[in-house]
């Protein structure tokens, strides 16, 4: 599953993927010079909703910085995988068989590293359920000194009814990672968990904070100064509607407290043509 990349040809793709797509560039504008710090990784996520022009949007993004990142994608058409390898070493974990158009109709998670030295780890299963298969796709890499684990996932949806289900699901995430983490390696696992924040399927993974039960540390956690809430800027829903504000943060990047710092990282969304927004920042690495 090995795949090049040529930076140069991506940064004329941006290029026109903003005067199409509508990226807005002051989101990332103080990117390059932070990104540059050697104890620090970019990691974005976002759930496609099978999407091509929400995919062109990543890689619009991921394309503004000459620095390696690691993208987590979510609601991936296995059609969209030859695009995505254009990105770099791209890992793939099919979630479901049947649900989209094209002569490949299988959908599920990619996780890419658009550096050099990456291999596949997995994919990764967690539990069944119905006609889905709830997992991970990962993939291990080495930056800046450390060797990290990066996994896109998707969790699901229902906010009351599948809510045990879903505790299930983190409960074997918590498990699973358990033994991936360490003082060499440091795990990252990030997508769409359906969830907020502060709800019970989420004490498995935070590792500070209220209730916190896990081994992790999200991305809002780590921006700047760094603190301990369990919260985070919206990634789902919208300010209007006739249902109201419907804004709340469903997607996340965890990074293990092991191999990673409190501080020093940062936190941003921004708009997409899915019904997610796209997040993305810098996770501070030990």
Known sequence: MRSTRTRPLLVAVAAVAVAVTGVVTTTVATAPSAEAAPSTVRVITHNLEKKPEALEKVIALAAATTAPEVVLLQEVCADMLPRIRQLGFTTFHARRSTKCAGADPRLGEATVWTGSGASEFGPVELLKKDDQSYGMACLDLRHAGSRIRACSTHLIAGRTKQAPFRERLTARIRTTTAGWISPQ?????GGDFNTNPTFRAMDALYGVGPSANGRFR?????????????DGAWTSGSATGAAGDTRRKIDYVFVSKVGSRPAGGSERTMSSPSNHRILYGLVPLG
């Open 185 to 189: 390696r440091t795990v990252i696992v």
């Open 218 to 230: 999200e991305i809002a956690q780590t921006a700047g100064s760094g603190h301990t809430r369990r």
